[in-house]
């Protein structure tokens, strides 16, 4: 299985940026997609999810409102679109993929399978 994250880069803030992650390996029916970052010094947290079977979708408070996780199953791909970007938004962002357990698909532990992390920096 590999999950490959793109689209980080160096942004404003108030800006927008489009992370990507294509998956392949294997078919994800009963899975959750999911995005983590980690900030320098900080633990890897959870920012959104969507589930595989119906497009079900899941967003940490701190971006509810602006981030919109959305997927191109023709693509196997998985979209995380990120409007009105904030310095804190700054950090690694992972992508990675478990089967779909309402109490654990938020959770580091819950996930199977992890992609490369992207750079997402945004400035002041």
């Known amino acids: 299985v590999q999950l490959q994250a793109s689209g980080g880069g160096l942004v404003q803030a108030g800006g927008s940026l489009r992370l990507s992650c294509a998956a392949s390996g294997r078919t994800f029916n009963g899975y959750v997609m999911d995005w983590f970052r980690q900030a320098p010094g900080k633990e890897r947290e959870f920012v959104s999810g969507i589930r595989w079977s119906d497009y079900s979708t899941y967003y940490a408070d701190s971006v509810k409102g602006r981030f919109t996780i959305s997927r191109d199953n023709t693509k196997n791909t998985v979209y995380l679109q990120m409007n009105s970007l904030k310095p804190e938004d700054t950090a690694v962002y992972y992508c990675?993929?478990?089967?779909?357990?309402?109490?654990?698909?938020?959770?580091?532990?819950?996930?199977?399978?992890w992609g490369k992390g992207t750079q997402v920096t945004v400035s002041s």
């Open positions: 990675a993929a478990g089967r779909y357990y309402s109490d654990t698909y938020y959770l580091l532990s819950g996930m199977n399978y």
